[in-house]
């Protein structure tokens, strides 16, 4: 049971150019969320998914896109990465009746851009 | 102003000191209260969860919720080397709320043996 995993674990990236951030869960959970970690900001929520198919937007969603084709994948997609998306990226998960605490995080994403 | 306002630190304490980390926040209808501990390059994970006012321990661990303060603590006994991370608060107005959870910018801590 490895839990959240997030692939790639570091990433540096120029301006324009494009990638895709994956996360995977292996506990079923129906909810999917991406934060963004920048110091002194907090987690901010970029994007969510309660269920297949489904997405959200969060408190910062622009410049970033997002699907969740499967349940047990998120992918987080930066289409034209711009130095402010520099950035520490987490996943996290939850189960549909369990309280907003028990979410999972995975390990994180580090990314730059230049 | 801030949602969640927490002192970034850094804390530095010695071994076994008692560690009194706190966050102040402006929305009075958060109701459900978390701490997170995040190490140094990892992801944040659940420490204590309080629902409205007052104190839930768990172990050296000891979380306070003051609502008429809009001010929460947690706060670490006897701390150990192995509490050295960075100490996140976050809240949410309710229990399952998918998307409404905020987080503070969190405390480092050092605990020096």
């Known amino acids: 049971n490895a839990g959240v995993t997030q692939t790639p674990k570091f990433r540096v990236l120029k301006t324009g150019q494009s990638m895709t951030l994956l996360c995977a869960q292996d506990?079923?959970?129906?909810?999917m969320y991406w934060y963004r970690q920048d110091p002194g900001m907090g987690l901010r929520l970029i994007h969510y998914?309660?269920?297949?198919?489904?997405?959200a937007k969060g408190e910062v969603p622009d410049g970033y896109n997002v699907s969740r084709l499967k349940k047990q994948n998120f992918l987080l997609g930066l289409e034209s990465a711009a130095p402010s998306q520099t950035s520490v990226y987490f996943c996290a998960s939850r189960m549909l009746d369990r309280g907003i605490h028990e979410q999972y995080f995975g390990p994180g994403t580090r990314l730059t851009v230049t | 102003q801030k949602e969640v306002e927490q002192d970034p630190g850094p804390l530095s304490v010695p071994e076994g000191a008692i560690v009194s980390l706190n966050c102040t926040y402006s929305n009075s209808a958060f109701q459900y209260f978390m701490w997170y501990r995040q190490y140094s390059r990892k992801g944040p994970e659940l420490l204590m969860y309080?629902?409205?006012?007052g104190n839930k321990e768990d172990g050296r661990f000891t979380a306070q919720v003051d609502k008429s303060s809009k001010y929460i603590s947690l706060f670490i006994r006897d701390s150990q080397p192995s509490d050295s991370a960075t100490y996140l608060c976050?809240?949410?107005?309710?229990?399952?709320?998918?998307?409404?959870?905020?987080f503070g910018p969190g405390t480092s801590l050092s605990v020096i043996p």
């Open positions: 506990m079923n959970h129906e909810y």
């Open positions: 309080t629902y409205s006012s």
């Open positions: 998914s309660v269920g297949e198919g489904t997405t």
């Open positions: 976050a809240m949410s107005e309710e229990k399952t709320s998918y998307d409404k959870v905020i």
